[in-house]
């Protein structure tokens, strides 16, 4: 697999002749032939001590070589689920390079039906074949699987995490020897915690020398079934110091600050919560989203560009995040978040469709992710004449970041104790906590952890002054319900188009810097017409754009035009940013709020540490 590589391919389902479930690519079975959902229990569970190990903690963390049906996972969940002293979350992340498609996992768990209700959830969230990360929230958000797909070497090497247990599995070691490598088994060791155990059904000597050159202490136990040892260890060395952008301890006080309740300061106040932490959330503004999240809707759909740049790779694992995140929110709040009927993205020119049409080729996308249209498919699509091709994301959807911020703060009401119509405008240190302080120097709240989440007024504190921020201005024009006016689905590419739930039809937004005039203008009601018209012919026809209703707000772009989330370094630990969303809040904040609740606790982080690193404020410093 290439270093960026897009897609992973699938493994098919197949039994052998005594039905047990088979890879035809490696020339072995998954399991034993004595039964799969007791080898997971006897070898794996049972040869890390669990449930005991687990017992009474905040959190447990267990990384699995090869992820395979998932019985490993089903059979942990179901333990888990049923331990009243297990610890509060469970994190199990796992790598796999060939992984099922959806119906063939399903098909796989029609061997368990004592799993049932457990594949469905998991297969309701079950991820498309992308490589790299993918973040799965399960059991009501008490398990949450990380599943790594693609190489096990080149995953593990960008996972920032600390493992209280091992399960090594995977075909063979003749037959994968990579799997089994002491390469890997470095990895593992530089993601133990103190005192992590590891367990697997192989016992040949590569795996034991290559385990104990890393630092394992191993015993023999009973093997399972007609294999008569298997191999358990525990990890005997110091762990390997963490990188500087690696995860930070979890705090004893589980008290966080929030400036800011707009996308990225709500939804870090949700992760958090949903995590049992306390949020004093400060808004200068009477309310959530009055701001630059205040558009009626917005539209998210990834990234798609010729070099499948950094800024696409987290755009596409943001996006795959923000619609598992939308429906887990969608069955707690009480208004609609989004509506999930597509996106279809112009191309600028005959150059550029080409160009598109040659990638999505070759890099052999997923057609539920994103496909290529020609002019006639984009016409269908749209309902209407377009100006050619472009792409078309079925998954694309349009959503309401007003009705977004607000379900973020309802989906944890208990947790989250809300400041509005306060400015915050000073931070200061006052022993091991972080305050806040209003214009009169009057303290707001204090806690360990303090997250500016402000837009550009994220860098109007001494600590954050550096961060590299800029408001661009941006109008939206709102034309009156028209029965002429068709358009079937949402549209972009020079600008946006699409039709709201009451009839109206938006368009734009403008993008203008060092213009900070709040007032509507006609000029640029007529611009955003202008746009439309040139990426849907005649669609504005007899538009008038005087008078004509609308909205104007501020957006926070970097110069890279990639988020902020992550740590600042200003000599003090507990304070960190969450800014710099710009035209793509909706994709960018639900994965950021993750990551960054993930670096305040100490969880294991949902993204790839390079990617982790090209959001990070630290950036700016270099």
Not at 303 to 310: C, E, K, L, Q
Not at 395 to 407: D, E, H, K, Q, R
Request: glycine fraction near 10%.
């Amino acid at each position: 697999m290439s270093e960026h590589a897009i897609t992973v391919a699938n493994a098919e389902f197949c039994q052998n002749a005594q039905g047990t479930p088979y890879s035809q690519a490696f020339g072995d079975v998954y399991h034993s032939a004595e039964g799969g959902a007791a080898q997971a229990r006897h070898v794996f569970i049972g040869g890390n001590d669990l449930p005991g190990r687990w017992r009474c903690r905040d959190n447990f963390t267990i990384i699995e070589t090869g992820f395979g049906l998932g019985l490993n996972f089903l059979e942990t969940w179901r333990a888990y689920a049923d331990d009243p002293q297990a610890a509060a979350r469970l994190h199990f992340i796992s790598t796999e390079k060939f992984p099922l498609s959806c119906d063939g996992l399903a098909k796989a768990h029609a061997c368990w039906p004592e799993h049932a209700e457990r594949s469905r959830e998991l297969l309701a969230a079950w991820p498309l074949p992308l490589a790299g990360f993918h973040r799965l929230h399960l059991a009501r958000g008490r398990i949450t699987l990380t599943l790594l797909l693609g190489d096990a070497m080149e995953m593990l090497q960008q996972l920032v995490a600390r493992a209280d247990a091992f399960y090594l599995d995977g075909f063979s070691p003749a037959l994968n020897p990579q799997m089994w490598s002491a390469e890997l088994f470095a990895q593992l060791a530089r993601l133990a915690a103190p005192e992590a155990t590891l367990a697997t059904w192989s016992v040949s000597a590569m795996v034991k020398d290559g385990l104990k050159t890393t630092g394992f202490r191993l015993t023999k136990r009973a093997g399972y079934a007609s294999k008569r040892e298997m191999l358990t260890g525990k990890f005997s060395l110091t762990p390997c110091a963490a990188p500087a952008d690696a995860m930070t301890h979890a705090r004893p006080t589980r008290r966080a600050i929030i400036i800011g309740a707009g996308l990225a300061g709500t939804a870090c106040a949700n992760r958090l919560a949903a995590r049992g932490w306390a949020i004093d959330l400060i808004d200068r503004k009477p309310g959530p989203a009055t701001e630059g999240s205040g558009n009626p809707f917005g539209l998210a759909a990834p990234v798609i560009n010729f070099a499948d740049s950094g800024n696409a790779r987290l755009s596409r694992a943001a996006f795959l995040y923000a619609l598992r995140h939308f429906a887990s929110l969608m069955r707690s709040c009480e208004k609609p978040i989004y509506q999930t009927n597509g996106v279809l993205r112009l191309a600028r020119h005959a150059r550029e469709a080409q160009r598109l049409c040659a990638r999505l080729g070759e890099a052999g996308f997923p057609a539920a992710l994103a496909c290529y249209a020609d002019a006639n498919e984009t016409a269908r699509r749209a309902g209407r004449p377009t100006r050619g091709p472009g792409v078309w994301f079925p998954s694309g959807t349009m959503v309401s970041p007003i009705a977004l911020c607000n379900a973020h703060l309802q989906q944890y009401p208990d947790h989250i104790h809300t400041h509005f119509g306060i400015a915050a405008t000073h931070l200061g240190v006052h022993g091991d906590n972080w305050q806040v302080l209003d214009a009169s120097g009057s303290l707001v709240a204090e806690a360990p952890v303090v997250i500016v989440a402000a837009a550009a007024g994220s860098s109007s504190f001494a600590q954050t002054a550096w961060l590299r921020l800029e408001a661009m201005r941006g109008q939206v024009t709102l034309l009156a319900p028209d029965s002429q006016r068709r358009l079937d689905v949402p549209v972009t590419g020079d600008s946006h188009a699409f039709v709201l739930p009451d009839g109206r039809m938006l368009t734009g937004a403008t993008f203008q810097a060092d213009d900070f005039d709040i007032a509507l203008r006609t000029a640029d009601h007529a611009a955003n017409i202008a746009r439309i018209d040139s990426m849907l012919p005649g669609l504005c026809a007899g538009v008038n754009p005087e008078g004509l209703d609308g909205r104007a707000s501020f957006r926070t772009v970097t110069p890279d035009r990639l988020p902020v989330f992550g740590p600042i370094e200003c000599g003090a630990p507990g304070l960190y940013a969450a800014t710099g969303l710009g035209a793509r809040g909706l994709v960018w904040a639900p994965l950021g709020a993750e990551l960054l609740a993930s670096q305040i606790c100490g969880d294991p982080w949902p993204l790839p540490r390079e990617l982790a690193a090209a959001a990070a404020p630290a950036r700016f410093r270099r």
